[in-house]
């Protein structure tokens, strides 16, 4: 057992994970700073603390840390490490991203970070620090994460064009592939620094013809402010492999059809 799990912060990702865990009937906790937010999870059984200081007497040493609070400001991360320090976790898990491989086209477990832009770099320093502390960590650097509400196929159905275009092969990940993966993390030993992502990368462009057909929306054309994009294909078959995972979406369709069902 691993102890109380921590979600240092409840997004996208972690709200699923939350529900994962509580299914299992896993001890877990989120520590957020708005805690009216999360009513619907608080009603299934999630102890939701407000983050502040004095939070750190509410949470119990020792637990594992699911810490996915993006890059802060200098003072605001700072008391992030600062609450992380002050509950003595055995181990934490962090959600970092594939910006820390900067311009990179094609990246795997071996490839080293060279981060190009700002919250690249912030991610990097983040990742380094947590590895000098004495707790197990493990850093997960998952590709972009879609799912219900949240991609391509929501802009096209709410009548917007994606933030993005572009032919070039770019990785993904649907956040219930992820959830599943961390929630496989939290009672493992692993360590190291590991890439996410699907097993079929594709084009922002063919992604936008396909979810426009499919949604009968027109030819999907991408609006005239539309971001050209140079794509990152993210190989993670060697984490998939640590942890004997198959994942449920292992390309576009299967998980945009699911997505779009939920929504």
Not at 86 to 115: H, K, N, W
Not at 147 to 157: C, D, K, S
Not at 163 to 184: F, K, P, Y
Not at 253 to 260: D, Q, R, T, Y
Request: net charge neutral; with cysteine.
């Amino acid at each position: 057992m691993p102890g109380t799990v921590i979600l240092l912060g409840l997004g996208f990702t972690t709200s699923r994970l939350a529900r994962r865990l509580l299914l299992r009937r896993l001890p877990v906790m989120a520590v957020v700073r708005n805690p009216s937010r999360y009513a619907d999870l608080a009603a299934i059984g999630l102890n939701v603390v407000e983050y502040s200081p004095s939070a750190v007497e509410a949470v119990p040493a020792g637990g594992v840390v699911v810490h996915t609070v993006p890059p802060l400001s200098l003072a605001e991360n700072e008391g992030i490490r600062c609450f992380i320090q002050g509950i003595s976790p055995r181990r934490v898990i962090y959600i970092s991203s594939t910006g820390v491989y900067g311009r990179q086209l094609f990246v795997d477990c071996s490839s080293a970070m060279e981060p190009s832009e700002g919250k690249g770099i912030r991610r990097m320093e983040e990742e380094l620090w947590l590895g000098t502390q004495p707790w197990s960590t493990l850093v997960l650097r998952p590709a972009a994460i879609y799912g219900p509400g949240r991609g391509i196929h929501v802009r096209l159905r709410d009548g917007k064009a994606p933030r993005a275009e572009g032919n070039t092969l770019v990785s993904r990940v649907h956040v219930d592939d992820l959830a599943a993966i961390l929630e496989l993390a939290v009672t493992s030993s692993l360590e190291g620094a590991w890439p996410v992502a699907d097993h079929f990368p594709c084009s922002t462009n063919a992604i936008r013809e396909w979810c426009a057909a499919l949604l009968r929306l027109g030819n999907g054309e991408a609006g005239e402010d539309g971001m050209q994009i140079s794509g990152r294909r993210v190989d993670a078959e060697e984490l998939r492999g640590k942890f004997g995972v198959v994942q449920h979406y292992p390309g576009y369709p299967e998980g945009l059809l699911s997505s779009i069902a939920e929504t």
